[in-house]
């Protein structure tokens, strides 16, 4: 079945790096996506990594894929407290109608000063 | 910029109401989705949409319905609103049928209340 799995909550100190996990269970995903959501907001796409790819770099972000035990990761380097949200993984499930994507239940970023 | 919009951001209805959610986006998008949101499950699918007139059933459908009649607008309905239809719900475009890396823009969310 589908299933992405992240963890609730992580805190970080300011200027530190922070490292967001997930993992996924559908081996077909074609790509694999971070989005972000600030207080009050709807969600915004940060990134996304086509499942051939190991690695993908974007200023501050890293995302890191291992497609082999199916975990992919974001790396924000420098964190500030503007990078305070929930970030979501998630993965595409190509479907016969509409491209859908997967949602794991989001990871609360928090920053220390 | 791509923009999505829904009708409200906060709406309060008692149980058994009939409650409208409206979403327009202005980018042409072919596909459209429904998502609520909840602590700790994440966004969870309810109905999308990828043409006019044309609708499928997200992973949680029971007490929902949709209407897309026009292609910038896709309605949510909660026929019979009830206590734990209390959520956030969130609608989405994205702008072609079957594009595996199609990002989906998100409008700023509606938070429903049901008393």
């Known amino acids: 079945g589908e299933d992405v799995e992240q963890s609730l909550f992580l805190s970080v100190r300011e200027g530190d790096s922070s490292v967001i996990n997930c993992t996924y269970t559908d081996s077909s995903s074609t790509y694999l996506y971070w989005y972000k959501q600030e207080p009050g907001a709807g969600l915004q796409l940060l990134t996304y990594i086509f499942s051939n790819m190991d690695m993908k770099q974007d200023q501050r972000l890293t995302v890191l894929l291992n497609k082999k035990d199916k975990h992919l990761s974001l790396r924000i380097a420098d964190t500030q407290t503007g990078d305070s949200a929930i970030y979501f993984c998630a993965e595409s499930h190509p479907s016969s109608s509409a491209s859908k994507i997967i949602f794991g239940s989001g990871t609360r970023l928090s920053i220390r000063p | 910029d791509v923009k999505v919009t829904q009708s409200s951001r906060y709406l309060v209805k008692r149980t058994g109401e009939k409650v409208f959610l409206e979403c327009v986006q202005d980018m042409d998008h072919e596909n459209m989705f429904w998502y609520r949101q909840d602590p700790g499950l994440g966004l969870r699918l309810i109905y999308f949409?990828?043409?006019?007139?044309?609708?499928e059933k997200g992973d949680i459908p029971e007490g929902y319905s949709v209407s897309r009649e026009k292609k910038e607008r896709f309605s949510l309905i909660l026929e019979s609103a009830s206590t734990n239809q209390t959520s956030m719900y969130l609608c989405?475009?994205?702008?072609?049928?079957?594009?595996?890396?199609?990002?989906?823009?998100f409008g700023p969310g509606t938070r429903l209340t049901v008393l």
């Open positions: 949409s990828y043409d006019v007139k044309m609708k």
């Open positions: 989405a475009s994205s702008l072609r049928r079957r594009a595996s890396t199609d990002t989906q823009y």
